[in-house]
């Protein structure tokens, strides 16, 4: 009795080793490391081998134990990530927010950054100027600009020689004003595609060729918005859509270069892409001037002018702290198995597996609970 007792539990844990070691290794493909985790996910696999092997006996425990603890270790390799050395790496929209937060980040790792900035004379250039190392550079780069890339270019490779440019990140993006998709004027539209896909296509493919040379990463800050529909982004997340398939796209073609690419969805983190208030007043009257009559009044006036009231409480939903950005970012930048996808930030995560793996009305079910909850009503 006490041996077939033995014998389930053993093979309950030899079970659930495995489980576990494929959770993880799940996991690892969709999320970066952690360092707290890091801990967590090499230690457990391991200890629940061992405990195999004392239950299940040493044949069959063995295998649990070597089976958990390849597992973990192909996890950490993955993980793994390769010296910064004197790479050098091109992050657009650098003036605030995730851009310039990375640029702060990647100068003090011993990064060679170039932050391209929308404002050369800027307080967010200033700011970079006075804080960082002498390795960094800023660049006058407007990525709607053709001629401003062009520049950028060339005193890329100037600088850089013939070492090669090992990163990427095409950050700079807009966001327009949330509101519905038939309110919306085309020139939220247009200026979001501008911004967001046509002028992140124009740098990729002007530093591909510097890329090329070093093998290096191509890194996207897209949006969970930009892979789910969510209600209000009609155009924001149209653009990040497009920029994620084109990312798509890419990454099967830039294979055979030895260029990786990866794409970042966040969630929301509060930076200036939610705008000022002065910014909403212009957004408004401007989606108020373009909206015919009778639109005007089946929404009615309490509605549009409440639309401002969901950029007040953005930042009550965002987080401050943009570190799980900054690090996966890193992590598709210099582990030696960057992911082709990250999702950082208070659910980015689940939303997404939803709209991939339920049926579509649950996933519309799901995110408007989801949008009550957190707007509080
Ligand atoms: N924050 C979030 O919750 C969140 C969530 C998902 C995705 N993202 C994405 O993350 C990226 C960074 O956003 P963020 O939150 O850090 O916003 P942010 O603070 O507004 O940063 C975006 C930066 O891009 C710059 N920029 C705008 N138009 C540009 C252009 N034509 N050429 C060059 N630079 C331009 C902006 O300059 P100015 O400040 O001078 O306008 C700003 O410095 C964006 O692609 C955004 O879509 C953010
Ligand atoms: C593009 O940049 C160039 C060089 O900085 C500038 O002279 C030109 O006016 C810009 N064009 C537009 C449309 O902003
Ligand atoms: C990023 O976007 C650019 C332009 O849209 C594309 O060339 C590139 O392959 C994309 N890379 C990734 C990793 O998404």
Redesign the pocket.
């Known amino acids: 009795m006490d041996a077939l007792a033995g014998s389930l539990l053993g093979w309950l844990c030899l079970g659930i080793t495995v489980l576990f070691g494929v959770t993880v290794r799940y996991m690892a493909m969709r999320n970066p490391v952690e360092k707290a985790n890091l801990l967590v996910w090499s230690l457990l696999p391991a200890l629940l081998g061992l405990l195999c092997l004392a239950v299940l006996g040493v044949g069959w425990g063995l295998v649990g134990l070597c089976f958990s603890c390849l597992l973990s270790w192909g996890y950490l390799g993955g993980g793994a990530l390769l010296p910064v050395g004197d790479r050098a790496v091109l992050i657009?929209?650098?003036?605030?927010?995730?851009?310039?937060a990375l640029a702060k980040y990647l100068d003090s790792l011993g990064f060679v950054v170039f932050a391209?900035v929308?404002?050369k004379d800027?307080p967010?250039a200033e700011e970079l100027r006075q804080t960082c190392s002498q390795r960094l550079s800023l660049l006058q780069?407007?990525?709607?600009n053709a001629t401003q890339v062009k520049e950028a270019y060339k005193k890329v490779s100037e600088k850089l020689q013939n070492s090669g440019l090992w990163g990427v990140v095409n950050?700079?993006?807009?966001?327009g004003f949330p509101a519905d998709g038939e309110l919306l004027p085309m020139s939220t539209y247009r200026q979001c595609m501008e911004?967001?896909f046509f002028?992140a296509v124009d740098v990729s493919k002007t530093f591909l060729p510097l890329l090329r040379k070093s093998q290096g990463r191509l890194v996207n800050?897209?949006?969970?918005?930009g892979g789910i529909p969510l209600p209000r982004y009609a155009a924001y997340g149209a653009s990040?859509a497009a920029l994620s398939m084109f990312s798509g796209v890419m990454r099967q073609e830039l294979s055979k270069w030895g260029i990786q690419v990866a794409a970042i969805h966040?969630?929301?983190?509060r930076?200036?892409?939610q705008g000022t208030s002065d910014l909403w007043d212009k957004q408004e009257k401007e989606l108020m001037e373009n909206l015919p009559a009778d639109t005007r009044q089946d929404y009615g006036e309490d509605y549009l002018l409440g639309l401002k009231s969901y950029l007040l409480q953005m930042p009550a939903y965002?987080d401050a702290d943009l570190s799980p950005v900054l690090r996966a970012i890193l992590h598709a930048l210099l582990a030696r198995r960057p992911h082709g996808l990250y999702t950082p930030g208070k659910g980015a995560y689940v939303p997404l597996c939803i709209f991939c793996y339920f049926p579509l009305w649950f996933y519309d079910f799901f995110i408007s609970k989801m949008l009550s909850l957190s707007q509080g009503h």
């Not at 657009?92 to 310039?100: A, C, K």
């Not at 780069?141 to 709607?144: A, E, G, Q, S």
């Not at 800050?221 to 918005?225: K, Q």
């Open positions: 657009t929209g650098s003036d605030t927010g995730i851009g310039h391209g929308l404002n800027g967010g780069l407007d990525i709607t950050n700079a993006g807009i966001l911004v967001n002028g800050v897209s949006s969970m918005a990040k966040p969630s929301g983190f930076t200036g892409i965002c």
